[in-house]
């Protein structure tokens, strides 16, 4: 059982930074792959980036690539999202996941736990 909490969230101007944190539970933080994913009203919830469970792999979404971070520190069980150049469209409520897969993956219904969120908006 893992459970997950976001921070970092807030209200930045267009080419902006936010760094979004998740703090995870449990003592096999190490043994997950992680995902975080953003939702806007009325959409469904996107992949943004995911990490391999030793960080040395990552993946991004074509929307965010060259902009996002994705990183992970085992010892403080965090996963973070670092996030530069922000635009309006980048403005949704953020989640991070877990999942036992071995691999990165893209799609929601593979992981097995979620945050509850945090809201990032930015303005033109």
């Known amino acids: 059982q893992v459970q997950l909490v976001e921070s970092g969230g807030g209200l930045v101007q267009a080419g902006g930074s936010l760094r979004l944190s998740c703090a995870a539970s449990g003592r096999t933080f190490s043994s997950y792959v992680m995902g975080w994913f953003r939702q806007v009203p009325g959409k469904e919830r996107e992949f943004v980036a995911g990490i391999s469970w030793s960080g040395d792999s990552t993946s991004y979404a074509d929307s965010v690539k060259g902009r996002f971070t994705i990183s992970r520190d085992n010892a403080k069980n965090t996963v973070y999202l670092q996030m530069d150049s922000l635009k309006p469209e980048d403005t949704a409520v953020y989640y991070c996941?877990?999942?036992?897969?071995?691999?990165?993956?893209?799609?929601?219904?593979?992981?097995?736990?979620w945050g509850q969120g945090t809201q990032v908006t930015v303005s033109s």
């Open positions: 996941a877990a999942t036992m897969k071995y691999t990165i993956v893209v799609r929601l219904r593979l992981y097995d736990y």
